[in-house]
């Protein structure tokens, strides 16, 4: 899959110029959901269908700072897929290649209702794709 792109906004950064540990969180998000364009599942078309996929867990190591108006590219892959449960990773890095953070999303499916959902049964052709994908 290709890297989502991003580049970091001057309203990003702290008092000392670097990005803030929380933008990093939303760049994760703007992956996840480019992904899913890539994959032919935009989120909103999946809200449509009744497929939910709040957050669960986020773990976030940062590497190196990232300063206003770097460019980082961020990979997202699938690391696991389990009917209910998935769990992405991610690598940020700058042009030049320099890591600036290391990250994992866990996420669950979930109808409107808020009741967990198999994604084989609720959106089969996107839980072939992720098992395609999952590394494990």
Sequence with gaps: MEPYHHRVQ???TD??????HANYIHWMEEARIDLLDQLGFPFDRLEAMGVGSPVMSVECR?????TFPDDI???VRVETFKSVRVRFAYEMRKDDGTLVCQAKS????MSP???????E???PEL???LAALAEE
Aim: charged letters at 30%; hydrophobic letters at 30%; aromatic letters at 12%.
């Design 73 to 75: 590219s961020v990979s």
């Design 121 to 123: 049964k609720a959106c």
């Design 113 to 119: 209702e808020g009741k967990l959902l198999r994604l």
């Design 127 to 129: 839980a072939e794709k």
């Design 10 to 12: 001057y309203y990003e």
């Design 62 to 66: 940062y590497r190196a700072p990232s």
């Design 15 to 20: 008092k000392m110029g670097v990005t803030h």
């Design 106 to 109: 866990e996420h669950c499916f």
